[in-house]
Nanobody
Framework: QVQLVESGGGLAQPGGSLRLSCAAS????????MGWYRQAPGKQRELVAI???????NYADSAKGRFTISRDNAKNTVSLQMNSLKPEDTAVYYC?????????????WGQGTQVSVSS
């Protein structure tokens, strides 16, 4: 089992930047696919970015060119650098971990961190 703790949310102005971090417990962090999701008020949770255990990247169209996901397996962390923020990026951002062991898939979520973009 893995526990995820996000940090780095807050208030930013349009065009500004924020960096989210997620610290994971456990000894096999490098084997997890890691991702960031977000949920705005009244909307469903949606994918923002994923980085696989092999380092493959996948971004939502809304994040391409503005957000960068990265991981540090030595520190058990995954980060999301968010640039050129827009008001529509306002949401609670969740860290997600996913791993498949034998024939079972395990999913874990952090508690979320609020990101607000407003002037």
């Amino acid at each position: 089992q893995v526990q995820l703790v996000e940090s780095g949310g807050g208030l930013a102005q349009p065009g500004g930047s924020l960096r989210l971090s997620c610290a994971a417990s456990g000894s096999i962090f490098s084997r997890y696919n890691m991702g960031w999701y977000r949920q705005a008020p009244g909307k469903q949770r949606e994918l923002v970015a994923i980085i696989s255990s092999e380092g493959n990247l996948n971004y939502a169209d809304s994040a391409k060119g503005r957000f960068t996901i990265s991981r540090d397996n030595a520190k058990n962390t995954v980060s999301l650098q968010m640039n050129s923020l827009k008001p529509e990026d306002t949401a609670v951002y969740y860290c997600h971990a996913n791993i498949r062991l034998i024939d079972l898939t395990y999913n874990y979520w952090g508690q979320g961190t609020q990101v607000s973009v407003s002037s």
